[in-house]
């Protein structure tokens, strides 16, 4: 067994797919992870279950891998008293999480807007590009470099986790200038896929960093740690106000544009 807890976990669901399943049972969202280098017995602790919780798992990952072997089962859990009480997060880290909900007000809608909107017209071109826009300076150069610049720099830079999230905003800047150059040469599905693309994936990465990544950093911070690193947000939010401001009211009614610009869109087809 410590040999397979040694295995990146790539490698585990590669040879053992339904491990990825137990895994899930667990909330360890492993199978979708773009890099996949963490070891077994890493992601285990990365996620920080219960000790009940984690001899369950280790007992079910064995049999699936071992289905000859005689196995003892982890004995039955003590009884509990009243519901766990949950971690409340870190100020820095709910400022994270906050900003994570204006990002998805327009990765929600970015199907949409790939779909209907006509890159044809100038209109239609300028709405594409104020979408690009907040990603850009809202989701990437505002939250992204949070993350890199200051948040990463509180835990192991190089540790599998971080280098999996970095790869993840590599690829999501990709898909960015993948659909940027597909609108500079009227390519509709060039730009809807890129678009489709990165939305799928931001609500992929997301989803890691609020359930997983964001609560074992915060385990781990100190509480100078904590009052440093909101310092060092709050001056880059201090540099920042007005294009935030900006960024969050286009977020705040995208869905009311896209509406319209399909309006527009429509009549001058029928015209």
């Not at 001899?55 to 008293?81: Q, T």
């Not at 820095?92 to 209907?116: Q, Y």
């Not at 920042?240 to 399909?262: H, N, W, Y």
Request: charged share 25%; net charge negative; glycine share 4%.
């Amino acid at each position: 067994m410590e040999k397979l807890l040694s295995m990146p976990i790539k490698e585990v669901l590669t040879q053992y797919p339904n491990v990825g399943k137990i895994l899930q049972d667990y909330g360890v969202g492993c199978v979708s992870c773009g890099v996949g280098t963490c070891l077994l017995k890493d992601v285990v602790h990365i996620h920080s279950l219960s000790k009940d919780e984690d001899a369950e798992l280790m007992y079910r990952i064995e049999k699936e891998v071992y289905p000859d072997r005689d196995i003892v089962p982890p004995a039955a859990p003590a009884a509990k008293k009243g519901a766990p009480q949950s971690r409340k997060s870190s100020r820095p880290i709910k400022c994270l999480v906050d900003e994570h909900v204006t990002i998805m007000k327009l990765v929600n809608l970015i199907p949409v807007l790939a779909e209907t909107t006509d890159i044809s017209t100038a209109a239609g071109k300028q709405l594409i590009m104020d979408a690009v826009e907040f990603i850009r300076s809202f989701a990437d150069t505002f939250h992204h470099m949070k993350e890199e610049d200051i948040l990463f720099h509180y835990c192991d830079h190089q540790s599998d986790i971080i280098q999996a999230m970095l790869k993840d905003h590599d690829t999501a800047r990709g898909y960015i200038r993948a659909a940027v150059h597909a609108l500079e040469i009227n390519d509709k599905d060039g730009v809807s896929s890129n678009l489709v693309a990165y939305a799928k994936l931001l609500t992929e990465h997301i989803k890691k960093e609020d359930e997983i990544l964001y609560p074992w950093i915060d385990r781990q911070l100190t509480p100078l740690q904590t009052a440093e690193m909101f310092l060092k947000f709050n001056e880059v939010e201090g540099k920042s106000d007005a294009a935030v401001a900006k960024c969050v009211a286009f977020a705040d009614t995208a869905g009311e544009k896209i509406i319209a610009q399909k309006a527009v869109d429509g009549e001058s087809h029928k015209g």
